[in-house]
């Protein structure tokens, strides 16, 4: 049996909101087999946690601010690559789960797991397993079974006026307070006048995942409402 067998599972608690993440530090560690060793407020803090602890596993929020938590994955997963990262978040819908999980995410979970189905995935995922909640396996399923784009048609070169837009570097080019290439092709369309239902059908989402998306739009942009987001849009050169 090694020393890891036998010592509590050290993590990191990363959320920005206080109560969950004061929450989640007390109810976890009156588990025997964890110690929560640090938490964070922000994706940049929890980098700064890890390295400072060096602990098994950190259980993060992706919704953050200064580093959102697939940036946070991403980089966790590359500067130390030993530690596990669990997201523990209330997005489940198909482009949060698929970016993370591609970021190096070993476990996700949605918020209504409790302690113990928590702290059990903190271990299998320190085990080097994969996690995955029964709402997340249902999202990605959904997704692989959901038809896919046709093929491009002899008028695709042609933007119209549905069509995001596509310079020869839109790819490439850096976006603004952390936004997402999903949530700027969004907020693109909402400056047009779209609404949800005409997203949805356009993107090939479910109303319910283009709503998360904009409701993130607006945390990142500021914006109150739809009138303030295609004004962002337009000041930020996304309409």
């Not at 010592?7 to 206080?18: C, F």
């Not at 198909?94 to 949605?110: F, I, K, P």
């Not at 369309?189 to 993107?203: D, K, S």
Request: no cysteine; net charge negative; aromatic share 2%.
């Amino acid at each position: 049996m090694s020393a890891q067998d036998t010592r509590p599972l050290r993590i990191v608690v990363a959320d920005d909101q206080a109560s969950v993440r004061e929450g989640l530090v007390l109810m976890l560690d009156l588990l025997p087999d964890i110690d929560v060793v640090g938490s964070a407020a922000n994706g940049q803090q929890a980098l700064d946690q890890v390295a400072e602890h060096h602990p098994d596993a950190i259980l993060l929020d992706l919704h953050m601010p200064v580093l959102d938590g697939t940036e946070a994955t991403r980089r966790l997963t590359a500067e130390h690559p030993e530690v596990a990262v669990v997201v523990l978040t209330t997005y489940a819908d198909d482009t949060s789960v698929l970016e993370t999980l591609r970021a190096g995410a070993r476990a996700y979970l949605t918020k209504d797991a409790d302690r113990l189905h928590i702290a059990r995935t903190l271990h299998s995922a320190v085990a080097g397993l994969s996690v995955l909640d029964p709402r997340v396996q249902a999202t990605l399923l959904a997704a692989a079974s959901a038809p896919s784009a046709p093929p491009p048609g002899p008028d695709a070169a042609r933007p119209g006026p549905d069509t995001p837009p596509r310079g020869p570097d839109a790819a490439d080019r850096p976006l603004p307070d952390g936004l997402t290439r999903r949530e700027a092709e969004i907020l693109t369309l909402m400056a047009r006048g779209m609404t949800n239902a005409e997203i949805a059908t356009a993107l090939f989402l479910s109303g319910n995942t283009v709503k998360t998306h904009i409701n993130r739009v607006f945390t990142k942009t500021g914006s109150r409402d739809r009138v303030a987001a295609t004004r962002y849009a337009r000041d930020h050169g996304l309409d």
